[in-house]
Each structure stands twice: as structure tokens, then as C-alpha cells.
């Protein structure tokens, strides 16, 4: 039972396969690839698939031609109609056993008298479940019913402009081929596909499948099996040296990193000593520093007083780092930039804000920003060279 299950789901998985754009993909893809093989090493490596076609005679009489294909077709036997089975059968056994690469692909190939061709346009919306939908359109587009013929597709273009598929439909009665399956499976023969021939040219099928998916004998190319397992056991002997030299190599890295940290640690430490010392020193020079490189703010302070006379109010002295801000009440506020600016403490007063009056004193309301000249700057060497000239 789980065997079947098993079956079913193979099956199943391969039918939805065979339904998407992926076989076609990887066909041509591979016939891309295949040239850039050399020839002898293409034909060791990628052998091409055994086969045997079976073509019935296009003048009835119910002989049956087996062409073996290699480099062309060739005619290897004829399998008359009157003929002895048990002869037949030997002579099938015989034909298999005649392929170097395994057991060959039988494929039975109708004549194109025998098969009804088709073009369907569809919509383009229906191309996942196109099977489906093909055999509700049988008995319209044909005098058959879905169940009186087996039938096979294949999408010839795609407008994606107008989202219609151009589909190739092949389908023969079952009558016709159930009689020459039943012929063939008395001399024991399997057949994986049945194919219709192109027109004109009867060595060449068109690679349809007319048998429905419950009867496709699953095929395996064991030239090629091998050759892929073979392949397969080679990656993995690859991707096995490869883990272990990249396991080698994390264990030196993990080994390096290891004695890396623990320098870098070592020097971490000493960084954070030379750091802790450096932050000492300029703890202990800072308030020096910050003397010696701008006035303190009182003697800003004494400086502005200095130089305003008793008409000008002070309202507000602000100083924040090399700015210092003085808000008052004056009769004219130009005068109070010509006073500041006369200080060797400060330089560039300039009114900030808009002038207003106020209502109670009727003085004009101002503020003024100056910078503070620094003691070790290139604005205290100016001052100095000024004071000198």
C-alpha cells in the first residue's frame, strides 16, 4: 500500500512537471550547452539515448518496420504480420540486447494520415491545467469524444499581448492504437512513447506522447543514470575536500583570532592606561587652560560696566563660550557697539534683534552680542600688534 502511495505521488509530481515551462527549459539548455562539449567527450559523458522506433507500414498490409537510431535511422528488422511470435520475440530480445548504453527508449511512431493535427488558440489564463481544458474542447473541434482518442499538446507560442496561447494538438482513436499495442505486447515489446512522424519525412517524430499519463512507462536511461550518479558522487568528493579545507582553515582562523584578541586585549589595556593618564593631565591643566585662554567672566563684567556711562541701563549680561550677550535701556543704542568695540577684551559688537522702545522709561531697548578676544589666539596677537603700532 505504501508502495502505491508512493507510486502515485511519483507519479503525480511527474505529471505536474511535464506541465510546467521547465522541460522545454532545461531542453534547450542543454542543447546550448552541449556543443561547447567536445564531441568525444560529449558522447562519453552525455551518451546520446538508445531508441527504437516502430513504424507501421504506410501501405497497410500490417508489417511493422524497427528502425534503430543512431547517427541516422537505419532499418534494423521488419516485423511481418504473419510472422511467428515466439521468432519475433527472440528477434525482439536480440534488438535490446544489440545497445552498448542499456536497454533503448521504444518509441511507436504513426504515420501522419493516422493522426489528426490540430491548432487551438486558447486563453493564455488556462496554461497551467491546459491538459484539462484540452479535453473539454475535443468534441468541439473534432468528431470525437475525449474518450475515443488519446491526444497530446504542446504550446507553440505565446501572445502576451493579447494573453492567447497557440497550441499544437495531436490526437488519434484508440482503436487504432490499442490494436497495435496489443500486437506489440505479445512479442513482448514496451512502448514508452507514441509519437506521430512530421509530415514529409518519416525518420524524424515530432516528440508528442499520445499515450496518457497512467500508461507511460517510466523510462531511465542507465548509460546516463550512471553517468549522473557518477557525477554526483564526484561534487560531493569535491564538496567533501572543500568542507575539510575550509574546517582547516577556520581552525587557523579561530586560532589566530584567538591569539589576536588576546593581544588586543593586552593592548586595550595599556590604551586604557595611557588614556586614564591623559585625562589627569588634562583634569589637573584644565581650569589653568581655560584661564589663560579667555578673561574670566567678572572681569568682562567690570570691563562692560567700565566702558558704558550711568545713562545705560544693564538689564541682562549673558556670556556662553567666546559670545557675550548684554541686554539694556539706552538713548542711543549705536553708541553702545562704538563703546564695546573700544575693549581689547572684545571684538565685532553688532545689535542683535530688532530695537524697541520702552514704554515705560522711553528708552530704547537693546541687545548686543560681542566675542570675547582669546587670550592664545591669532585675535590676541592682532590686539597686541595693534596696541603696539
Not at 48 to 62: C, F, M, S, Y
Not at 71 to 76: E, H
Not at 342 to 358: A, F, H, Q, V, Y
Given at each position: 500500500m505504501i508502495q502505491n502511495l508512493a507510486d502515485n505521488l511519483q507519479d503525480a509530481v511527474r505529471r505536474r512537471y511535464r506541465a510546467t515551462p521547465l522541460p522545454a527549459f532545461f531542453a534547450w539548455w542543454g542543447g546550448e550547452l552541449a556543443p561547447l562539449v567536445p564531441a568525444t567527450l560529449r558522447r562519453r559523458w552525455m551518451p546520446p539515448k538508445p531508441q527504437l522506433w516502430i513504424v507501421p507500414a504506410e501501405t497497410g498490409g500490417g508489417d511493422l518496420r524497427i528502425l534503430r537510431v543512431g547517427d541516422s535511422p537505419a532499418v534494423a528488422d521488419v516485423f511481418g504480420a504473419g510472422e511467428d511470435l515466439d521468432l519475433l520475440r527472440d528477434r525482439w530480445r536480440d534488438l535490446q540486447a544489440g545497445f552498448e548504453d542499456g536497454r533503448p527508449e521504444v518509441r511507436l511512431c504513426l504515420h501522419e494520415d493516422d493522426v489528426l493535427a490540430l491548432p487551438i488558440?486558447?486563453?493564455?489564463?488556462?496554461?497551467?491545467?491546459?491538459?484539462?481544458?484540452?479535453?473539454?474542447?475535443?468534441?468541439?473541434?473534432?468528431?470525437?469524444?475525449?474518450?475515443?482518442?488519446?491526444?497530446?499538446?504542446r504550446v507553440a507560442a505565446h501572445d502576451h499581448e493579447h494573453g492567447r496561447l497557440q497550441v499544437e494538438l495531436r490526437m488519434v482513436p484508440r482503436e487504432t492504437v490499442d490494436g497495435l499495442l496489443e500486437r506489440l505486447r505479445a512479442v513482448g515489446v514496451v512502448i514508452h512513447r507514441v509519437d506521430t512522424l512530421r509530415p514529409g519525412d518519416e525518420a524524424e517524430p515530432e516528440g508528442f506522447n499520445l499515450l496518457p499519463d497512467e500508461r507511460r512507462p517510466h523510462y531511465v536511461h542507465a548509460r546516463a543514470r550512471f553517468n549522473l550518479v557518477l557525477a554526483g558522487l564526484l561534487v560531493l568528493l569535491a564538496g567533501l575536500i572543500m568542507a575539510q579545507s575550509l574546517i582547516l582553515r577556520e581552525r587557523t582562523v579561530n586560532r589566530l583570532t584567538e591569539d589576536a584578541d588576546r593581544l588586543r586585549t593586552e593592548a586595550r589595556q595599556v590604551m586604557a592606561l595611557q588614556q586614564r593618564l591623559e585625562e589627569s593631565l588634562l583634569a589637573a591643566n584644565f581650569l589653568a587652560e581655560k584661564r589663560a585662554a579667555q578673561p574670566p567672566a567678572i572681569e568682562l563684567l567690570a570691563e562692560t560696566t567700565r566702558l558704558l556711562p550711568d545713562d545705560i541701563w544693564l538689564q541682562r549680561f549673558q556670556l556662553q563660550g567666546q559670545e557675550m550677550t548684554v541686554q539694556g535701556l539706552t538713548n542711543g543704542s549705536q553708541r553702545v557697539i562704538n563703546l564695546l568695540n573700544e575693549s581689547e577684551l572684545l571684538r565685532d559688537t553688532e545689535i542683535r534683534g530688532n530695537i524697541t522702545m520702552d514704554p515705560r522709561s522711553g528708552k530704547e531697548r537693546f541687545t548686543t552680542t560681542s566675542q570675547v578676544v582669546r587670550a592664545d589666539g591669532p585675535d590676541a596677537a592682532q590686539v597686541e600688534d595693534e596696541g603696539g603700532a
Amino acid at each position: 500500500m505504501i508502495q502505491n502511495l508512493a507510486d502515485n505521488l511519483q507519479d503525480a509530481v511527474r505529471r505536474r512537471y511535464r506541465a510546467t515551462p521547465l522541460p522545454a527549459f532545461f531542453a534547450w539548455w542543454g542543447g546550448e550547452l552541449a556543443p561547447l562539449v567536445p564531441a568525444t567527450l560529449r558522447r562519453r559523458w552525455m551518451p546520446p539515448k538508445p531508441q527504437l522506433w516502430i513504424v507501421p507500414a504506410e501501405t497497410g498490409g500490417g508489417d511493422l518496420r524497427i528502425l534503430r537510431v543512431g547517427d541516422s535511422p537505419a532499418v534494423a528488422d521488419v516485423f511481418g504480420a504473419g510472422e511467428d511470435l515466439d521468432l519475433l520475440r527472440d528477434r525482439w530480445r536480440d534488438l535490446q540486447a544489440g545497445f552498448e548504453d542499456g536497454r533503448p527508449e521504444v518509441r511507436l511512431c504513426l504515420h501522419e494520415d493516422d493522426v489528426l493535427a490540430l491548432p487551438i488558440e486558447l486563453p493564455a489564463a488556462i496554461e497551467s491545467n491546459l491538459a484539462q481544458a484540452l479535453k473539454f474542447q475535443i468534441d468541439q473541434v473534432s468528431p470525437f469524444s475525449p474518450d475515443q482518442v488519446y491526444f497530446d499538446h504542446r504550446v507553440a507560442a505565446h501572445d502576451h499581448e493579447h494573453g492567447r496561447l497557440q497550441v499544437e494538438l495531436r490526437m488519434v482513436p484508440r482503436e487504432t492504437v490499442d490494436g497495435l499495442l496489443e500486437r506489440l505486447r505479445a512479442v513482448g515489446v514496451v512502448i514508452h512513447r507514441v509519437d506521430t512522424l512530421r509530415p514529409g519525412d518519416e525518420a524524424e517524430p515530432e516528440g508528442f506522447n499520445l499515450l496518457p499519463d497512467e500508461r507511460r512507462p517510466h523510462y531511465v536511461h542507465a548509460r546516463a543514470r550512471f553517468n549522473l550518479v557518477l557525477a554526483g558522487l564526484l561534487v560531493l568528493l569535491a564538496g567533501l575536500i572543500m568542507a575539510q579545507s575550509l574546517i582547516l582553515r577556520e581552525r587557523t582562523v579561530n586560532r589566530l583570532t584567538e591569539d589576536a584578541d588576546r593581544l588586543r586585549t593586552e593592548a586595550r589595556q595599556v590604551m586604557a592606561l595611557q588614556q586614564r593618564l591623559e585625562e589627569s593631565l588634562l583634569a589637573a591643566n584644565f581650569l589653568a587652560e581655560k584661564r589663560a585662554a579667555q578673561p574670566p567672566a567678572i572681569e568682562l563684567l567690570a570691563e562692560t560696566t567700565r566702558l558704558l556711562p550711568d545713562d545705560i541701563w544693564l538689564q541682562r549680561f549673558q556670556l556662553q563660550g567666546q559670545e557675550m550677550t548684554v541686554q539694556g535701556l539706552t538713548n542711543g543704542s549705536q553708541r553702545v557697539i562704538n563703546l564695546l568695540n573700544e575693549s581689547e577684551l572684545l571684538r565685532d559688537t553688532e545689535i542683535r534683534g530688532n530695537i524697541t522702545m520702552d514704554p515705560r522709561s522711553g528708552k530704547e531697548r537693546f541687545t548686543t552680542t560681542s566675542q570675547v578676544v582669546r587670550a592664545d589666539g591669532p585675535d590676541a596677537a592682532q590686539v597686541e600688534d595693534e596696541g603696539g603700532a
